[in-house]
Structure formats: C-alpha cells, structure tokens
C-alpha cells in the first residue's frame, strides 16, 4: 500500500519559515519524480514546485520561485519544501504527490493526505 505522509504544516507569521516533509512508503520512492502543490478555501488546486527523481530538475511556480526550495532525501524516502519569506497568500494546505514530473495535478498518481499552512499578517 503506497502512502505519502506529509508533515510540518502549522501557523506561522508572514516573514517566518517552515519546512514540509512527505514521507513515503509503500514505492520505490528513488524511482519517482514528484511535487507539491497546494489549495487555498474557494480556490482550485495549484502546482508550487517538482523534482526528479534523481533530485535534480527543481522547478517553482513564479509565485514561490526564490522563496520556496524544493529537496529529497532519497535514503530516507522523504520530500521536503522548504518555505521562506512567507506571505498570507501562501496559506493553504499543501499536498505533496508522486508519478509525474509536471505541473498538473491530475497526471500524478499518488498523493498525500495534505497539512495545512496558514499564514498571518
């Protein structure tokens, strides 16, 4: 059964950080490219950033790109986001997902279940 278990959401002030991680189990996590997206209440879910499977080929979305990093640690199974000089619109709950090297959600197969970032003002 494969999971992806994401982590390290929480509350954070504008200007803070935090780092996401998305642990995986069940695949071999070195031989899928992924990504992390997001979804914000009344908004359609958006593509933030992807890697190969090899860790190279890290590509952002213009909103996050210079703020947001993306890694993994393929000895640990495990994505992470690492978040910087974040803003209010960055809140949502983010999603980390395997299978596809692409900024469509819908070509990924597998998925997490989501953690949540709000960020306040």
């Known amino acids: 059964q494969v999971q992806l278990v994401e982590s390290g959401g929480g509350l954070v002030q504008a200007g803070g950080s935090l780092t996401l991680s998305c642990a995986a189990s069940?695949?071999?996590?070195?031989?899928?490219?992924m990504g992390w997206f997001r979804q914000a209440p009344g908004n359609e879910r958006e593509f933030v950033a992807r890697?190969?499977?090899?860790?190279?080929?890290?590509s952002y979305a213009d909103s996050v790109k210079g703020r947001f990093t993306i890694s993994r640690d393929n000895a640990k199974n495990t994505g992470y986001l690492q978040m910087n000089n974040m803003k209010p619109e960055d809140t949502a709950v983010y999603y980390c997902a395997a299978g596809s090297y692409s900024n469509r959600g819908d070509l990924y197969r597998y998925w997490g279940q989501g953690t949540q970032v709000t960020v306040s003002s």
């Open positions: 069940g695949l071999p996590f070195n031989n899928y490219d």
């Open positions: 890697i190969r499977w090899s860790g190279g080929g890290a």
